[in-house]
């Protein structure tokens, strides 16, 4: 992050944004399935602090493959150890690592990473669109949501999931923990 000193305009310092919240939405049909990512997750990247009920169906957007087939059930997983922005790529890499380990007990399993921030919640992709910036390593990034105007917004080019009343409640608790809690990081 840029910052211009206000006394002096031509000075510019840069920054480390804040550490952001990162989860994960999991799609699956086998339950059992679903607890041992939650345990593989768990183990990769820190303890579960919030867990979703069950969610909407996770839908595939249109720039995926087409192929791949989807779970009926969809729950959302958001992380004690909180991550610096710059970690998705990897996190989205484990995620896939973690998705081939189980393929064979339920091959409709996707895990997919992302972050939230205080003003924004950010998805990881591993396909290009126009809506979605590259970070490295095959990963991509995209805005899901804004805060503006003290409500999350869901972008335009956002998976219809996210208009989702379930989802949105759900971002909406999470935002509001990862906010009370900021202060320790």
């Known amino acids: 992050m840029t910052q211009l000193n206000p006394l002096n305009t031509s000075e510019e310092s840069i920054s480390k944004p804040l550490p952001s919240t990162l989860f994960c939405i999991i799609s699956f049909n086998d339950l059992e399935a679903y607890f041992r990512i939650k345990e593989s997750c768990e183990k990769a990247f820190s303890k579960v602090y919030l867990e979703s009920n069950p969610m909407p169906k996770w839908t595939i957007d249109i720039t995926e493959k087409s192929n791949i087939q989807i779970g009926e059930g969809t729950k959302i997983l958001a992380f004690q ?105």
Do not use: W
Not at 90 to 101: G, Q, V
Not at 119 to 132: A, E, K, P
């Open 81 to 185: 150890r909180r991550i610096n922005r710059d970690e998705l790529p990897e996190l989205k890499i484990k995620c896939i690592e973690i998705r081939k380990k189980l393929l064979k007990k339920d091959s409709t399993i996707r895990i997919i990473p992302g972050y939230l921030s205080s003003h924004n919640v950010i998805l990881s992709s591993i396909y290009d669109d126009f809506h979605r910036i590259y970070l490295f390593h095959g990963i991509y990034a995209e805005v899901i949501y804004k805060y503006e105007k003290l409500q999350l917004q869901t972008l335009d080019s956002a998976p219809e999931f996210f208009a989702m009343n379930e989802v949105v409640y759900f971002f909406n608790a999470l935002r509001d923990y990862h906010i009370n809690n900021e202060k320790r990081y």
